[in-house]
């Protein structure tokens, strides 16, 4: 027999009660984490959260409270008798990162499984790791109740990641390290985050915000309390003030000075058609606004933006900047902001470094422990913006 990489795989089995040869088709469609019992957000294919920086798609699962993975998927099994889905086990195996289809190469983990007459299936593994792992399907040949590599009859192409208990408690030290250090080097607002992400509030202590599973900014479906309806209605809302550091270093970071700037350019005609009306020969000033909104990541300016880079990655701007164009220069000589920046504390796990001890935490609350659950935050604008004082507004 050979395993096949895919959705689906032939197999001869003899079946003894009829004494007959038959051939098994085994197709598993979808997988999912069962982390928190009977909620289904959290599964491949097209629910693993936003893409990843890697490009990968993969789950980002942890364990329950008992330290074991569980999982459900949808199978079908042909052809659907009892005594044959007795004999279909299932199992998650380590693969070889340079090998990921070879079957020789890859680490089988102790697990059980049981599928019903619908095709779903439970699996509940003892053994697995951070690293990528894989569903197999196969005939239990021998009856131990395991499966080898030599029964192993399909290799599904829905990849895991996998946090136990021991990867959480080490990431739970690094992550804190990690605060410190941008503490002690002065990333205030960042550590102030990460403290947060750290050492949650507990309910009860804030006014609750609901956060979706299906939220396109979540990078993986992981670090909430979720319903049935995937979704988190006691999240909360972390406010960061005008007057705060977190504020200022996004007012004047070179990321928001380049979407403002891009914003104004739009209202160059309205501008230079104000200043042309034979009305307006005593005006020495334009006065506008211009709304700014839609997606900034400081990581285009990482180096010159590091605080705001640390503490927000990418966020949301909602705002209007109040303008004054000089006629005579024909560049800005005053702008003000007022809105908000929003974003979701969370991390992908596909970006090396500092992201990833975080995105296990992530991982696994609520089962695993209090620190890692997701957030929003809120930064108020209501701030002068002199990094675009001198932008030029002409045609």
């Not at 027999?1 to 038959?22: D, E, H, K, L, N």
């Not at 340079?98 to 007459?117: F, I, K, N, Q, Y």
Request: aromatic share 10%; charged share 20%; glycine share 10%.
């Amino acid at each position: 027999m050979t395993a096949q990489t895919g959705t689906w795989a032939i197999y001869g089995y003899f079946f003894s009660r009829a004494s007959a040869w038959f051939f098994l088709k085994v197709d598993i469609t979808k997988v999912w984490s069962d982390q928190l019992s009977s909620i289904e957000c959290n599964y491949l294919p097209g629910g693993d959260g936003s893409p990843k920086a890697s490009g990968e798609v993969f789950l980002m699962i942890g364990a329950r409270a008992d330290d074991k993975v569980h999982l459900k998927a949808n199978a079908t099994i042909e052809p659907n008798e009892p005594g044959v889905r007795s004999k279909v086990l299932f199992c998650l195996a380590k693969i070889d990162p340079a090998h990921p289809a070879d079957l020789g190469a890859m680490t089988l983990e102790a697990g059980t499984s049981t599928v019903d007459a619908a095709g779903k299936v439970t699996l509940v593994s003892s053994g697995f790791s951070i690293d990528f792992h894989v569903f197999l399907a196969g005939i239990d040949e021998n009856g131990d109740g395991q499966l080898s590599k030599d029964e192993v009859c399909l290799i599904s192409d829905h990849r895991l990641r996998l946090v136990g208990q021991a990867r959480y408690n080490s990431s739970l030290v690094i992550g804190t390290g990690i605060r410190d250090g941008f503490d002690a080097l002065g990333f205030s607002q960042a550590a102030d985050n990460m403290s947060e992400f750290l050492s949650p509030r507990i309910e009860g202590t804030y006014t609750p915000v609901e956060i979706s599973a299906n939220d396109d900014r979540l990078e993986h479906r992981v670090g909430l309390k979720l319903s049935s309806g995937c979704v988190d209605a006691t999240a909360q809302e972390v406010v960061i003030g005008a007057t705060s550091e977190g504020a200022m270093d996004v007012v004047y970071s070179y990321t928001l000075a380049d979407h403002i700037n891009s914003s104004l350019d739009t209202k160059r005609a309205e501008v230079a058609a104000f200043f042309a009306d034979p009305a307006n020969a005593g005006e020495e000033s334009y006065i506008g606004s211009v709304a700014v909104a839609g997606t900034v990541d400081y990581g285009d300016h990482a180096a010159l933006d590091a605080a705001a880079w640390l503490a927000f990655g990418k966020a949301v701007v909602d705002a209007t900047c109040f303008f004054r164009v000089n006629r005579t220069t024909g560049k800005i000589d005053l702008a003000s902001i007022s809105g908000q920046q929003t974003d979701l504390y969370d991390w992908d796990y596909s970006i090396a470094g500092t992201d990833q001890p975080f995105a296990c935490l992530q991982a696994g609350f609520p089962t695993l422990g209090d620190a890692g659950r997701v957030y929003k935050n809120r930064v108020e604008l209501s701030h002068d913006v002199p990094t675009v004082i001198g932008h030029d507004m002409t045609p």
